[in-house]
């Protein structure tokens, strides 16, 4: 079965002196100043016990953030790791999962890991997810369904309303909305928790909050989704969260001034990043995310990668089907956005 697998591949993180670095997603800014320094204090000779197993604080902080009740609030490694649980707890059934045949590529490794048939649905001519196409028939029903949103690579952010009809007309599964780039510009699901049983939404620590270091994620939904996901977790780790993570985290959360203005910077230079390229005669899909999904009508994806590469700026260029031509940029700091226009320019002129 291992043999088989085909693994996920990761952002490549190279070491290149005086890199601009935009291939990854990660925030251009720094985390919360209080997050820093509960890591710090939290960084002791109590460093020698074990972790709260429940991490109690983290989970109520982010009950009193959401608005939801602490047991519907569930924590891990990353939302990787809360995503594979689910994977595991919510989403393996005798019919296939359903998911959007351009996202993210995590999906389709966990479900050969897990054993879970799955259906690939494509995204429309605009490289958008169609609400219709997840509306089961009497003859066709999924076992569950999860997509991004905005999703990823594109960018592009479906609207609270559609969410919710994909939502209500299945409720015979479970629906996984995974908004690691929520944050950005787009509206939470997480509203919809309370009036649907079958939704579990998943966010992250890494983009928004800029702590993809200490790796935290997070599923909010019905306390019966989370109390399956606990059980997975304390099959196979019951201290996902160390001390450092938990204290880091929580204090991030209740910094809510820095969350906002953080955010707010990267989508203004996401607005000028994009106005760039399309002056450039790119084509840039609407994002959403602290990235941008964009290519050149006339010049090949891969080589445009090369060429930036060349100048010390990496970015991410998938080889697969409908997407072999694009480029996803990370919204990276102002000066960092104007070295790569000006790359761009150079190598266009050519």
Same mark, same amino acid.
């Given at each position: 079965?291992v043999?088989?697998?085909?693994?996920y591949v990761? *952002?490549?993180?190279?070491?290149l002196?005086?890199?601009?670095?935009?291939?990854?997603?990660? #925030?251009?800014?720094?985390?919360?100043?209080?997050?820093?320094?509960?890591?710090?204090?939290?960084?002791?000779?109590?460093l020698?016990?074990?972790?709260?197993? &429940?991490?109690?604080?983290l989970?109520?902080?982010?009950?009193?953030?959401y608005?939801? +009740?602490?047991?519907q609030?569930?924590?891990?490694?990353g939302? %990787?790791?809360?995503?594979a649980?689910?994977?595991?707890?919510?989403?393996?059934h005798?019919?296939?999962?359903?998911?959007?045949?351009?996202?993210?590529?995590?999906?389709?490794?966990y479900?050969?890991?897990y054993?879970?048939?799955?259906?690939?649905?494509?995204?429309?001519?605009a490289?958008?997810?169609?609400?219709?196409?997840?509306?089961?028939?009497?003859?066709?029903r999924?076992?569950?369904?999860?997509?991004?949103?905005?999703?990823?690579?594109?960018?592009c952010?479906?609207a609270?309303?559609?969410?919710?009809?994909?939502?209500?007309?299945?409720? $015979?599964?479970?629906v996984?909305?995974?908004?690691?780039?929520?944050?950005?510009?787009?509206?939470?699901?997480?509203?919809?928790?309370?009036?649907?049983? &079958?939704?579990?939404?998943? $966010?992250?620590?890494?983009?928004?909050?800029?702590?993809?270091?200490?790796?935290?994620?997070f599923?909010?939904g019905?306390? +019966?989704?989370?109390?399956?996901?606990?059980r997975?977790?304390?099959?196979?780790?019951?201290?996902p969260? %160390?001390?450092?993570?938990i204290?880091?985290?929580?204090?991030?959360?209740? %910094?809510?001034?820095?969350?906002?203005?953080?955010c707010?910077?990267?989508?203004?230079?996401?607005e000028?990043?994009?106005?760039?390229?399309?002056?450039? *005669?790119?084509?840039?899909?609407p994002?959403?995310?602290?990235?941008?999904?964009?290519? #050149?009508?006339?010049?090949? *994806?891969?080589?445009?990668? $090369?060429?930036?590469?060349?100048?010390?700026?990496?970015?991410? #260029?998938?080889?697969?089907?409908?997407?072999?031509?694009?480029l996803?940029?990370?919204?990276?700091?102002?000066? $960092?956005?104007e070295?790569?226009?000006?790359?761009?320019?150079?190598?266009?002129?050519d």
């Open positions: 079965m043999a088989g697998l085909t693994p990761p *952002g490549e993180q190279p070491k002196d005086n890199l601009v670095k935009l291939n990854t997603n990660e #925030h251009p800014y720094g985390p919360s100043p209080r997050a820093l320094e509960a890591i710090r204090t939290e960084a002791s000779e109590a020698r016990l074990y972790p709260d197993p &429940n991490s109690d604080r989970k109520a902080a982010l009950a009193d953030r608005g939801v +009740a602490p047991a609030v569930f924590v891990g490694n939302s %990787d790791e809360v995503l649980h689910a994977f595991v707890a919510l989403l393996r005798e019919r296939p999962l359903w998911f959007p045949d351009i996202t993210y590529s995590f999906y389709p490794v479900c050969g890991l054993g879970i048939d799955y259906q690939a649905v494509p995204l429309d001519a490289y958008r997810i169609v609400p219709e196409d997840y509306f089961p028939d009497e003859s066709e999924a076992g569950g369904i999860i997509f991004a949103n905005p999703n990823a690579p594109t960018g952010f479906m609270l309303d559609d969410v919710e009809r994909i939502v209500a007309r299945n409720p $015979q599964c479970v996984v909305v995974d908004e690691a780039y929520v944050d950005f510009g787009g509206e939470s699901a997480i509203g919809l928790a309370g009036r649907y049983p &079958n939704l579990l939404v998943v $966010q992250t620590f890494s983009k928004s909050r800029s702590l993809a270091g200490l790796r935290v994620g599923a909010i019905d306390a +019966a989704l989370v109390e399956a996901l606990e997975v977790k304390n099959s196979f780790n019951s201290y969260l %160390d001390r450092l993570a204290a880091g985290a929580t204090a991030s959360v209740e %910094d809510e001034a820095h969350f906002r203005t953080s707010e910077r990267v989508v203004a230079t996401r000028r990043l994009m106005a760039d390229l399309a002056a450039l *005669g790119l084509e840039v899909l994002s959403r995310a602290n990235f941008v999904f964009a290519r #050149h009508p006339g010049r090949d *994806g891969a080589a445009l990668a $090369q060429a930036l590469r060349t100048r010390a700026i990496i970015v991410r #260029h998938f080889a697969k089907p409908r997407i072999d031509q694009f996803r940029i990370t919204v990276g700091t102002d000066g $960092q956005c070295t790569l226009i000006a790359a761009l320019r150079e190598i266009l002129s």
